[in-house]
């Protein structure tokens, strides 16, 4: 791209740098965080709880598990022993299990008398040998009977059950196990499981937090910091993010846009540069066509002075037509009579009687009549047309020159011309300028026929000639005006008959042209239907005769 084409950038006003758009005044990672707070940290949370239920179960299974067992061995021990050992015995057996270490605070042992439970011993910390819910239930129900006693942190597992013996119940052993040491570990679990989740909510918001400043805040602000350079005009800046996923795509994404954008802004100001040189071109082009608007306004007045000069020696050979024939006409008509007047002079002079006055008078009047006979002969000769120059023409050519001559004019006139020439014409021998005499007076007719222009059509062709002679080139003009009256069709050709206005012609233009035809060997006639425009059909022998030569010169 051309730097002189390039427009300038922009200059962007100064001012303030615009802030990050927030909401509620917090940035896109400290809403995620929150988002991950509101979501996350119920759910981690209630997973702690669930952990720390089942720490809870499991710590009290263990303890009522190692009840069960104490109070089955008891129970057992008493079974087989009971009836045989006195209560010192019963006495040394729980002393001894309290000092095993299992965590047990009290053993009792109750007779069952009569369906009634009666204390027999008990010991440990506790001493008591009040009859309890397990203890009722441990008869009711074979098994062990567990249940939690007091509140924490002196909660306490007890645990009833029955020595079997043959046909009933001997005794119901209790055993009671203290919990503090459960509740503890629960209490101590619990605390563990809630600090562990906190730490761990605040690692995962800590890296979360730090994630989505390297993954999507960062990005997010070189996408910024690219669409405000290029908002300042530096067309060249690219976003350079290295994400992946939806960020890579919207970078890549802009990038191609604003590439595209370059393209559009360097295709555009190709496109500037190609309509200033248009434009530059069209200016030229304008000139030129003035230029040669005016050059055909001086050939199209120079045409009309050509035509206004022709025209005028078309009227001045009209009138001197005119004349000659009016001459001819008056030299026929005089110049009988003289030779008659001659002729009875010299039968006069002839007379022997004539007396000599008389002969000398009549010598005079024979002088003077032979004088004026000399002057017809002299008019005669001046009038008389002069001999054709005749030269190969071609008619095609010809009648191509005058259209192109006369064609200012036509389309002056809203006349349009077509020219039909035909193939392989025929060259005849002809006065070239007498010809186009002929051919510019029946288009001259033409255009005064169509004031409100019209059509002229000009055809020639090559036609067969009469039996013995050569043949012969036909040239038909058709216009579109509005024809020739039948009354005129007749005379159209007769000197000094004119369907024109007064002043308009002499009546003389078609007879001269007939005669001119008719000097170089041809015919012409004319065709017309009233408002259906006129033909003039002018036939040429393709190669003139000896004898027309000579007529014209004997002429």
Same mark, same amino acid.
């Given at each position: 791209?051309?730097?002189?084409? $390039?427009?300038?950038?922009?200059?962007?006003?100064?001012?303030?740098?615009?802030?990050?758009?927030?909401?509620?005044g917090? $940035?896109?990672?400290? =809403?995620?965080?929150?988002? !991950?707070?509101?979501?996350?940290?119920?759910? !981690?949370?209630?997973?702690?709880?669930? $952990?720390?239920?089942?720490?809870?179960?499991?710590?009290?299974?263990?303890?009522?598990?190692?009840?069960?067992?104490?109070?089955?061995?008891?129970?057992?021990?008493?079974?087989?022993?009971?009836?045989?050992s006195?209560?010192?015995?019963v006495?040394?057996?729980?002393?001894?299990?309290?000092?095993?270490?299992t965590?047990?605070?009290?053993?009792?042992?109750?007779?069952?008398?009569?369906?009634?439970?009666?204390?027999l011993?008990?010991?440990g910390?506790?001493?008591? !040998?009040?009859?309890?819910?397990?203890?009722?239930?441990?008869?009711?129900?074979?098994?062990?009977?567990?249940?939690?006693?007091?509140?924490?942190?002196?909660?306490?597992?007890?645990?009833?059950?029955?020595?079997?013996?043959?046909?009933?119940?001997?005794?119901?052993? =209790?055993?009671?196990?203290?919990?503090?040491?459960?509740?503890?570990?629960?209490?101590? /679990? +619990?605390?563990?499981?809630?600090?562990?989740?906190?730490?761990?909510?605040?690692?995962l918001?800590?890296?979360?937090?730090?994630?989505?400043? &390297?993954?999507?805040?960062?990005?997010?602000?070189?996408?910024?910091?690219?669409?405000?350079?290029?908002?300042?005009?530096?067309?060249?800046?690219?976003?350079?993010? %290295?994400a992946?996923? #939806?960020? +890579?795509?919207?970078?890549?994404?802009?990038?191609?846009?604003?590439?595209?954008?370059?393209?559009?802004?360097?295709?555009?100001?190709?496109?500037?540069?190609?309509?200033?040189?248009?434009?530059?071109d069209?200016?030229?082009?304008?000139?030129?066509?003035?230029? #040669?608007?005016? &050059?055909?306004?001086?050939?199209?007045?120079?045409?009309?002075?050509?035509?206004? /000069?022709?025209?005028?020696?078309?009227?001045?050979?009209?009138?001197?037509?005119?004349?000659?024939?009016?001459?001819g006409?008056?030299?026929?008509?005089?110049?009988?009579?003289?030779?008659?007047?001659?002729?009875?002079?010299?039968?006069?002079?002839?007379?022997?009687t004539?007396?000599?006055?008389? =002969?000398?008078?009549?010598?005079?009047?024979?002088?003077?009549?032979?004088?004026?006979?000399?002057?017809?002969?002299?008019?005669?000769?001046?009038?008389?047309?002069?001999?054709?120059? %005749?030269?190969?023409?071609?008619?095609?050519?010809?009648?191509?020159?005058?259209? %192109?001559?006369?064609?200012?004019?036509?389309? +002056?006139?809203?006349?349009?011309?077509?020219? #039909?020439?035909?193939?392989?014409?025929?060259?005849?021998?002809? *006065?070239?300028?007498?010809l186009?005499?002929?051919?510019?007076?029946?288009?001259?007719? $033409?255009?005064?026929? !169509?004031?409100?222009?019209g059509?002229?059509?000009?055809?020639?062709?090559n036609?067969?000639g009469?039996?013995?002679?050569? +043949?012969?080139?036909?040239?038909?003009?058709?216009?579109?005006?509005?024809?020739?009256?039948?009354? *005129?069709?007749?005379?159209?050709?007769?000197?000094?008959?004119?369907?024109?206005?007064?002043?308009?012609?002499?009546?003389?233009?078609?007879?001269?042209?007939?005669?001119?035809?008719?000097?170089?060997?041809?015919?012409? %006639?004319?065709?017309?239907?009233?408002?259906?425009?006129?033909?003039?059909?002018?036939?040429?022998?393709?190669?003139?005769?000896?004898?027309?030569?000579?007529?014209?010169?004997?002429?």
């Open positions: 791209m051309n730097p002189s084409n $390039s427009p300038a950038p922009r200059p962007r006003p100064a001012g303030p740098r615009r802030a990050r758009p927030t909401v509620l917090l $940035s896109l990672r400290v =809403r995620v965080f929150l988002v !991950m707070v509101v979501v996350i940290a119920p759910a !981690m949370l209630f997973l702690s709880f669930l $952990s720390y239920q089942k720490t809870r179960e499991y710590v009290l299974q263990a303890a009522d598990e190692r009840g069960r067992l104490a109070a089955q061995d008891l129970a057992a021990w008493v079974a087989e022993h009971g009836e045989k006195t209560e010192a015995d006495n040394g057996e729980l002393d001894r299990r309290l000092k095993s270490g965590g047990l605070l009290e053993l009792a042992v109750f007779n069952m008398v009569d369906s009634q439970l009666v204390p011993t008990a010991r910390e506790g001493l008591g !040998m009040d009859v309890s819910n397990t203890l009722q239930d441990a008869v009711l129900e074979p098994g062990p009977k567990i249940a939690h006693v007091g509140q924490v942190p002196n909660r306490v597992l007890e645990v009833s059950m029955a020595a079997p013996k043959p046909g009933g119940i001997a005794a119901v052993v =209790r055993a009671r196990l203290s919990l503090r040491e459960a509740d503890s570990v629960i209490t101590r /679990s +619990g605390v563990q499981v809630l600090v562990l989740t906190l730490v761990m909510l605040i690692v918001g800590a890296l979360l937090y730090l994630y989505m400043g &390297q993954a999507v805040s960062g990005p997010v602000l070189a996408l910024v910091n690219t669409m405000e350079r290029v908002t300042k005009g530096e067309r060249s800046a690219l976003a350079e993010v %290295r992946g996923g #939806e960020i +890579g795509w919207l970078a890549v994404t802009l990038n191609h846009m604003l590439q595209n954008l370059r393209r559009s802004e360097e295709e555009n100001v190709r496109l500037l540069a190609q309509i200033r040189r248009m434009n530059e069209l200016r030229e082009r304008v000139r030129e066509a003035t230029e #040669e608007l005016a &050059q055909k306004n001086e050939e199209l007045k120079a045409a009309q002075d050509r035509l206004f /000069s022709t025209q005028r020696d078309l009227s001045r050979v009209e009138r001197l037509a005119s004349l000659g024939q009016l001459a006409e008056i030299a026929h008509e005089v110049g009988t009579p003289l030779n008659a007047i001659s002729g009875h002079i010299q039968l006069l002079r002839r007379d022997a004539l007396p000599p006055p008389a =002969r000398e008078r009549l010598q005079i009047v024979e002088n003077q009549v032979d004088r004026l006979a000399a002057i017809i002969r002299n008019v005669l000769t001046t009038l008389r047309p002069p001999v054709l120059a %005749r030269e190969p023409v071609d008619l095609n050519e010809l009648l191509s020159d005058l259209l %192109r001559f006369t064609a200012p004019l036509l389309e +002056g006139k809203h006349i349009v011309s077509h020219l #039909e020439p035909g193939a392989d014409l025929a060259t005849m021998g002809a *006065d070239r300028s007498q186009e005499q002929v051919f510019l007076n029946l288009i001259t007719n $033409s255009m005064d026929a !169509m004031p409100h222009g059509e002229i059509r000009i055809r020639t062709r036609v067969a009469t039996t013995g002679s050569s +043949g012969q080139i036909e040239v038909r003009f058709t216009d579109s005006g509005a024809g020739i009256a039948p009354e *005129d069709l007749k005379r159209v050709f007769q000197p000094f008959h004119s369907s024109k206005a007064p002043g308009a012609g002499a009546g003389l233009g078609l007879a001269i042209c007939r005669e001119i035809v008719r000097r170089h060997g041809g015919e012409i %006639r004319a065709e017309s239907e009233s408002g259906r425009g006129a033909s003039v059909v002018l036939t040429f022998p393709a190669s003139p005769s000896g004898s027309v030569e000579a007529s014209d010169e004997s002429t």
